[in-house]
């Protein structure tokens, strides 16, 4: 037993570093993007990077057929899932008909301060969930209520159906 729970500590640890992998190369990739055609480029530029990632995580879902892209409750579970797998601590709330995502840590906030844009991610984190969401229904929407990254406790997002 003893070595099949050092083996499962091992892909967790591998995992965790896989994370800050991601986050090095993503940074990267935008500093690269930036040096070559400016600021206002690798904005936009990164924008539409997490609007494809986006729309992408939502056809895994929809490929996956787990969840019902019409169920507020099922689509904010599937996103803290999501969440939690990349290194986000994240929790679920019921508000009334809505639903609160709730990040109390995240990994981005740190990289972006190491790569030199702390309190960036917000807009990427922004696009990324109304591009998941268009992608999955357009009955359902998400705002932002509250973010870490712009010194608050903690990334709050409320998820909805929109009223038609």
């Not at 709330?93 to 844009?117: M, N, Q, T």
Request: proline residues 2%; aromatic residues 10%.
């Amino acid at each position: 037993m003893q070595q099949g729970s050092e083996r499962l500590f091992n892909v967790e640890r591998d995992w965790r570093t896989m994370i800050l992998i991601a986050h090095d190369f993503f940074h990267c990739w935008r500093n690269l993007v930036r040096g070559k055609y400016g600021d206002s480029a690798a904005e936009e530029l990164t924008l539409k990077f997490w609007e494809e990632i986006g729309k992408n995580t939502a056809q895994q879902y929809i490929i996956k057929g787990r969840i019902d892209p019409e169920d507020v409750e099922q689509v904010v579970n599937a996103v803290a899932r999501s969440s939690g797998i990349m290194g986000e601590t994240v929790r679920v709330e019921k508000d009334g008909d809505a639903f609160l995502l709730i990040h109390d840590a995240c990994p981005w906030i740190d990289s972006y301060v190491r790569a030199g844009s702390a309190g960036q991610c917000q807009k990427g984190c922004d696009r990324w969930f109304a591009a998941t969401l268009s992608q999955l229904s357009p009955r359902l929407m998400v705002k932002t209520l509250s973010c870490l990254a712009a010194g608050d406790a903690q990334c709050l997002r409320r998820f909805s159906k929109k009223v038609m």
